[in-house]
């Protein structure tokens, strides 16, 4: 049989500060990036949106025309705290790449809902595949936070791999 090169393919991975970001990227690297050194493994980390308040005092926009209720300061202090988060995130997610010979890794952190960041940069990159982690949240808080990988799931146009943390048997947290 001959040896056929194997097509190079692009496969984002969805990281955050969470323990089934982790694992779903570990996995990846022991299950999908077989040593081709086509393949490239994208790590994509989106900084939640800056939370918009208006003022809650009855002052005008004369008074408040930005509408926050935080000064300059612990706005530039809440931002700089996120661009930190997700430079931790990415250290960790590099770290972990660190071994793949010859695959080539990329990051790239980019700012809004996690499930339209994920979504747009899948379509934007044309991946072959997007690999994210499940945090496993019951009923009611997927009512209420909404489920990240449900709704990638549901509209990227290529495959999505949800890998799941094993539970751990002994006590609970």
């Not at 939640?48 to 202090?77: H, M, Q």
């Not at 700089?80 to 960790?92: G, L």
């Not at 994210?132 to 509209?155: D, E, P, T």
Request: net charge negative; hydrophobic share 40%; glycine share 6%.
């Amino acid at each position: 049989m001959a040896d056929v090169a194997a097509k190079a393919r692009k496969i984002l991975v969805a990281v955050d500060e969470s323990e089934e970001s982790t694992y779903a990227l570990s996995w990846c690297i022991e299950n999908i990036i077989t040593g081709n050194t086509n393949d490239a493994l994208i790590l994509l980390y989106s900084i939640p949106p800056r939370a918009v308040y208006s003022s809650l005092d009855g002052t005008g926009e004369k008074d408040n025309p930005e509408g926050y209720l935080f000064s300059s300061d612990i706005l530039a202090t809440m931002e700089r705290y996120s661009n930190e988060v997700a430079q931790c995130v990415m250290e960790k997610a590099k770290r972990l790449c660190k071994d793949l010979d010859g695959v080539k890794v990329e990051t790239i952190v980019e700012r809004g809902d996690a499930r339209d960041v994920i979504c747009q940069v899948a379509e934007r990159l044309h991946v072959d595949m997007l690999v994210m982690g499940s945090h496993g949240y019951g009923v009611i808080k997927r009512a209420f936070l909404g489920s990240v990988s449900n709704h990638c799931a549901q509209n990227v146009k290529c495959p999505v791999l949800i890998v799941k943390k094993p539970k751990t048997n002994g006590t609970s947290k």
